[in-house]
């Protein structure tokens, strides 16, 4: 997908951005040394990045719009909030992000390790081997396996076996709760899936099944909660208090570090080539074709979904992307990648 969503947005007033002090003309500098000197020179590609920042100064004003005009060609939906207050700064396609339910994908493998956390149930340092698929016998979405695997990098590369493995520790109704703890689902949902066959079950826990369809806002939310100190919110208008849930720090720090491998050269790193890689917190998921409204298709089309937070230290904006029909790491997260681009360059209002 190459989509140019420049055209997209009204410039209206100029602000001091308070979240992220990025130059645009930083950005460019970096891409021009990237594409002179490759990636084997990190180091001093991150060197002459930061001194650009450093020569030109911070705070200068840079344009914003009030109310994004977001019209890009392509068949999904995105929300961009900041994390901190839940408040929605741009969206696309409202009916597919607030109204209908599609299954997550991978993106719910988070909440599967975090009720196991809480069980402790998880031993982030043990390493579970991943083979090569051979014929029929398919152990991961990666047909060569991803050998020796821990946790960190079980996240990075959003790798099914690994976490086919953590789902057979789990407890259905326990991960339920866990979903409904975050708002994913509500309670009154627990019963079609207790019916499933154990093996489904465990498909359902990883993402692997369209049994389990939810709306892309909460998901968002959801994982929101794990960057901003615990805090769910309900809406996104920026008004609701929000609840509590406690984020173990340990847990949060394995999340994070996973989520900012993902982005420098796991599943999200076509996202992460949109933006400095190593700002980026993302993770992207690919699920089976659904309509929306809780119908299945066979004819083997998959939804391709992506969430994004910067900065990766201290993350004040999340993004959700949602694709119709594509898969997360080739379109979900490439789209992801530009918006989020565009937000650093200054054309989205800035989280206060």
């Known amino acids: 997908m190459n989509q140019d969503f420049s055209h997209c947005f009204y410039r209206e007033t100029s602000c001091n951005r308070d979240c992220l002090d990025l130059e645009t003309d930083a950005?460019?500098?970096?891409?021009?040394?990237?594409?002179?000197?490759?990636?084997?020179?990190?180091f001093l590609l991150l060197a002459v990045f930061f001194l650009a920042l450093t020569c030109m100064g911070y705070g200068s004003d840079l344009h914003r719009t009030k109310q994004a005009d977001f019209l890009p060609d392509f068949n999904g939906g995105m929300l961009l909030i900041d994390i901190n207050s839940g408040r929605e700064i741009a969206s696309y396609r409202k009916d597919v992000i607030y109204e209908r339910r599609y299954s997550p994908g991978s993106l719910i493998k988070v909440f599967l390790l975090y009720d196991l956390w809480r069980q402790g149930l998880v031993d982030p340092a043990q390493k579970i081997f991943c083979p090569p698929s051979r014929g029929r016998e398919r152990?991961?979405?990666?047909?060569?396996?991803?050998?020796?695997?821990?946790?960190?990098?079980?996240?990075?590369?959003?790798?099914?076996?690994?976490?086919?493995?953590?789902?057979?520790?789990?407890?259905?109704?326990?991960?339920?709760?866990?979903?409904?703890?975050?708002?994913?689902?509500?309670?009154?949902?627990?019963?079609?899936?207790?019916?499933?066959?154990?093996?489904?079950?465990?498909?359902?826990?990883?993402?692997?099944?369209?049994?389990?369809?939810?709306?892309?806002?909460?998901?968002?939310?959801?994982y929101s909660c794990i960057f901003n100190g615990g805090y769910l919110f309900d809406s996104t208008d920026g008004k609701n208090p929000g609840t509590r849930i406690h984020i173990d720090a340990e847990l949060k720090n394995i999340i994070s570090q996973g989520l900012r491998a993902s982005a420098i050269n796991g599943t999200s790193?076509?996202?992460?080539?949109?933006?400095?890689?190593?700002?980026?917190?993302?993770?992207?998921?690919?699920?089976?074709?659904?309509?929306?409204?809780?119908?299945?298709?066979?004819?083997?089309?998959?939804?391709?979904?992506?969430?994004g937070f910067i900065p990766a230290d201290n993350p004040c904006v999340g993004l959700i992307v949602f694709c119709e029909k594509g898969n997360g790491a080739n379109d979900a997260a490439v789209i992801g990648g530009r918006i989020l681009h565009l937000w650093l360059e200054g054309n989205f209002e800035n989280p206060r």
């Open 27 to 42: 950005l460019l500098i970096y891409r021009l040394v990237e594409k002179v000197m490759g990636h084997k020179h990190s």
């Open 139 to 222: 152990y991961c979405w990666d047909v060569a396996g991803h050998k020796e695997t821990d946790l960190r990098r079980a996240i990075a590369y959003s790798c099914n076996h690994y976490f086919l493995k953590l789902a057979e520790r789990e407890d259905l109704n326990s991960f339920l709760r866990a979903l409904a703890a975050f708002r994913i689902i509500s309670e009154e949902n627990y019963n079609p899936y207790s019916k499933l066959p154990r093996e489904e079950q465990e498909k359902l826990m990883i993402g692997d099944s369209s049994c389990l369809q939810v709306t892309p806002y909460k998901i968002l939310l959801a």
């Open 269 to 307: 790193r076509r996202a992460g080539q949109e933006v400095l890689p190593c700002w980026l917190l993302g993770k992207t998921g690919t699920s089976p074709y659904t309509n929306g409204y809780g119908m299945v298709s066979n004819n083997g089309a998959t939804h391709g979904w992506f969430v």
